[in-house]
Nanobody
C-alpha cells in the first residue's frame, strides 16, 4: 500500500538547521511530484516547498526562499527538506505529500505522510 513516512523533526534553537526526510513506498515514486506542507497550532496547513518528478525544478513559498532546500532521490524513493536559519515561526508539524502535478495547493495532493514535529526555540 502507499506509504509516506516523515522523519527528522526535533527541537532546535533559532538559527539552527534540520533535515527532514520522507520515505515513500507502494507506488511509482518517480511518477509523482512531491511537496512539503506545514501546520502550526491554530493555523491552516500551508505550502512550504515542492519538487518536480525528476527533481530538477524546485518551488518554494516566499517565506522559506533562501533558507530551505527541497530535493529528491528517485533511486531511493526519498524526498528531503533541508531547513537552515530556522526561526521560531517555523515551528509546526511538517508533512510530505504526493501529487500528480507540482502545486502549492493542498487539495492537489492525494496522499500524505503522518507528519514530523519541528520546534524552534528563541
Amino acid at each position: 500500500q502507499v506509504q509516506l513516512v516523515d522523519s527528522g523533526g526535533g527541537l532546535v534553537q533559532a538559527g539552527g538547521s534540520l533535515r527532514l526526510a520522507c520515505a515513500a513506498s507502494g507506488f511509482a515514486f518517480s511518477n509523482y511530484a512531491m511537496g512539503w506542507f506545514r501546520q502550526a497550532p491554530g493555523k491552516e496547513r500551508e505550502f512550504v516547498a515542492a519538487i518536480s518528478l525528476s527533481g530538477d525544478i524546485p518551488y518554494y513559498a516566499d517565506f522559506v526562499k533562501g533558507r530551505f532546500t527541497v530535493s529528491r532521490d528517485n533511486a531511493k524513493n526519498m524526498v528531503n527538506l533541508q531547513m537552515n536559519s530556522l526561526k521560531p515561526e517555523d515551528t509546526a508539524v511538517y508533512y510530505c505529500a504526493r501529487s500528480a502535478v507540482v502545486s502549492s495547493l493542498a487539495w492537489r495532493y492525494d496522499f500524505w505522510g503522518q507528519g514530523t514535529q519541528v520546534t524552534v526555540s528563541s
